[in-house]
């Protein structure tokens, strides 16, 4: 790891979890969706452990930090999300592809076509925004095996990432939340527990719960 860039390992505890959710993708053709990337270490075990050759990866995230980041500079996460992706990869360069009136996107890919090397596409933009954008003209293509949910840790926002994002979940995908045990003694509103309760509760009839500690993650129930 130490080609790599990282100044925070928020995601130490995850890799024992997320080890034992690999037999549960299907063997290829695996796509990921993560709202919330920071400088990309959660990207890159994914990349390094949880994709095969073809896969690909969403990154969402403003880089302006969330009420959490108060005290932090954020001035050169970004550069080292970019950074981090390409060593990852161990591609060269990205293209980035801009869309007019609105945001765009920024492909990184390692070498080769796209249907033996993988692929991460970088969002620039608020989840909503992303999530609106998929809802809106989707196809099962677009569809995910894996979603993590590790944007905004106020409850209103956790919650609205969770519900904007299931419907883009495959069935027998996963949703991965992080923070569940975070944020005490801060008001209940800007942690993400009640906001995950709140979810696992109101979609209890097609999400099943596999995994609860510092992160919770469930399985949506389906063929």
Excluded at 147 to 173: E, F, N, Q, R
Aim: charged share 25%; net charge negative; aromatic share 12%.
């Amino acid at each position: 790891m130490s080609e790599y860039q990282f100044t925070k390992d928020w995601f130490n505890w995850a890799p024992p979890v997320w080890e034992q959710l690999i037999p549960l993708l299907p063997e290829s053709g695996r796509s990921f969706l993560e709202i919330g990337s920071f400088e990309g270490r959660s990207a890159v075990w994914i990349i390094e452990n949880m994709m095969n050759p073809g896969d690909w990866i969403d990154c969402v995230d403003t880089w302006e930090g969330g009420e959490e980041h108060a005290e932090e500079d954020m001035h050169h996460t970004e550069s080292r999300f970019d950074h981090n992706i390409i060593k990852a990869l161990d591609c060269n360069s990205a293209i980035h592809r801009s869309r007019e009136g609105s945001w765009g996107h920024t492909r990184f890919a390692s070498n080769g076509p796209d249907s033996t090397n993988n692929r991460v596409y970088k969002y620039k933009a608020r989840s909503t925004e992303f999530l609106g954008s998929k809802l809106a003209g989707y196809n099962r293509k677009d569809l995910y095996n894996f979603i993590y949910i590790d944007g905004s840790h106020t409850a209103p926002d956790v919650l609205t990432d969770a519900c904007m994002a299931w419907p883009l979940l495959k069935p027998k995908g996963l949703m991965v939340f992080d923070d569940y045990m975070w944020g005490d003694p801060r008001d209940i509103l800007h942690r993400p527990k009640i906001a995950i309760d709140a979810f696992t509760n109101i979609f209890g009839e097609t999400a099943e719960i596999i995994h609860v500690g510092y992160q919770l993650v469930v399985r949506k129930k389906g063929e």
